[in-house]
């Protein structure tokens, strides 16, 4: 009976001791992308302006907003930027006309934080002389022009737009609107191909140092920036303590997740508050322990 006791005492301790380390369950991957935050897979992980963003399918990344789906081909958490393909992008050695693309557009309430990196450079292609691209500019102006050393007077050189066998027309209304237009995405803040009345579009993306072998050299992808809103504090303590950062059911409120319990501060608050009522257990089993002890030993006297 002496040595039954303080082994139970053992058992119990090892059971209902708090953890001191807490297992990132947010953090996953999808081929071989590495998702964390504030991007997740799983509903409650990351941040609540996130949400609903990213889906994996067979090992693929898919990133998804109003105005279509995207494959997501790299997030830079360094730089905070994501790359994303779109299959009917045109490239150098392949144009793609029928207006087909989704081209790119994010949710207004997105926009303060996620847009199109700013040396991201969009070549519509095939716009109407009627599209609201060239309304209010008249003769030489133009909204068309380089982003980060790219443009349309490079990209005519690709060999796609001999297989095309389009001829490239005049830059002025004169002789009607050119056959490529580059713009930066803050000069229309939408790429929607059915409005601007174009019939493809190419975007392409410079990483320093740019490549100078041409438009054969340049990264074609679009290149989307994002912040997290608000001061990310909260999220930076909560790691710190060893916690996972996510959100309540509401969709809103940030928590920080340490194993099976959840803080809205971090998680040396709830090993505290833990810690407490382990103490308060302990003597409660301890009392007990001592009573069935004591009255056991009577019994055999």
């Not at 708090?18 to 504030?38: A, E, K």
């Amino acid at each position: 009976m002496l040595i039954f006791f303080p082994a139970l005492h053992l058992i119990f301790s090892a059971l209902v001791s708090p953890s001191s380390g807490h297992v990132n369950s947010c953090r996953s991957y999808c081929g071989n992308i590495t998702i964390d935050y504030p991007f997740a897979l799983q509903y409650g992980c990351g941040h609540p302006g996130f949400r609903d963003l990213l889906f994996c399918m067979n090992d693929v990344l898919m990133f998804h907003i109003s105005s279509g789906s995207y494959r997501v081909l790299d997030i830079d958490y360094a730089y905070r930027a994501l790359t994303l393909h779109e299959p009917h992008l045109s490239t150098c050695d392949s144009i793609v006309l029928g207006s087909k693309g989704n081209g790119f557009a994010v949710e207004p309430w997105r926009e303060p934080y996620m847009n199109p990196a700013a040396d991201n450079v969009f070549m519509l292609i095939g716009c109407s002389a009627q599209s609201p691209l060239f309304q209010g500019f008249p003769g030489k102006h133009l909204p068309c022009r380089n982003v980060s050393g790219m443009g349309c007077e490079d990209y005519y050189g690709c060999p796609a737009w001999d297989m095309l066998g389009h001829k490239r027309v005049g830059s002025m209304f004169g002789s009607g609107p050119p056959e490529c237009c580059a713009v930066p995405y803050e000069t229309i803040k939408a790429i929607n191909l059915t409005k601007l009345e174009c019939e493809g579009y190419s975007s392409a993306y410079s990483l320093a140092p740019l490549r100078v072998d041409g438009p054969g050299g340049w990264s074609y992808g679009i290149r989307v920036k994002y912040s997290v809103q608000g001061n990310d504090e909260f999220c930076g303590a909560c790691e710190a303590t060893g916690g996972t950062c996510g959100y309540g059911s509401d969709g809103i409120r940030q928590l920080c997740m340490c194993g099976s319990l959840n803080s809205t501060s971090n998680c040396d608050s709830v090993s505290s508050s833990s810690g407490t009522t382990f103490t308060g257990m302990m003597k409660t089993f301890a009392g007990f322990l001592t009573y069935m002890f004591l009255r056991m030993t009577t019994k055999q006297i």
